[in-house]
């Protein structure tokens, strides 16, 4: 969690609404949920092409992190089978 905190933007339903119309071609299933604390919608990216493609990059990145959580453990069980005192920070 500490990568990644999912909880990084907070919008009111207004602002949500507008930022979904300005990025995609259609916006469907806006809802309220956890007693109106949040709220989400399905949005079908359309129109500007680099709209597209910046979700595509960050679907991207989103791959390249998991591959990078296998990366670590790897490399945290190299260490612990080092025999090393190892101290981890962060």
């Known amino acids: 969690m500490d990568f990644y905190y999912e909880h990084n933007s907070h919008f009111t339903t207004e602002s949500f609404t507008r930022m979904l119309a ?3 071609g259609h916006v469907s299933g806006m809802r309220h949920g ?3 604390e949040v709220i989400y919608a399905f949005a079908h990216l359309a129109g500007e092409p680099h ?3 910046h979700a ?3 679907r991207a990145f989103r791959e390249r992190a ?3 959580g296998e ?3 790897e490399q ?4 612990h089978a080092s025999g090393l005192t190892v ?3 962060g």
């Open 22 to 24: 300005r990025c995609s």
């Open 34 to 36: 956890y007693d109106g």
């Open 51 to 53: 709209h597209v493609a």
């Open 56 to 58: 595509a990059s960050a």
């Open 66 to 68: 998991r591959g990078a």
């Open 71 to 73: 990366t670590i453990r």
């Open 76 to 79: 945290f069980d190299a260490l």
């Open 87 to 89: 101290a981890i920070w």
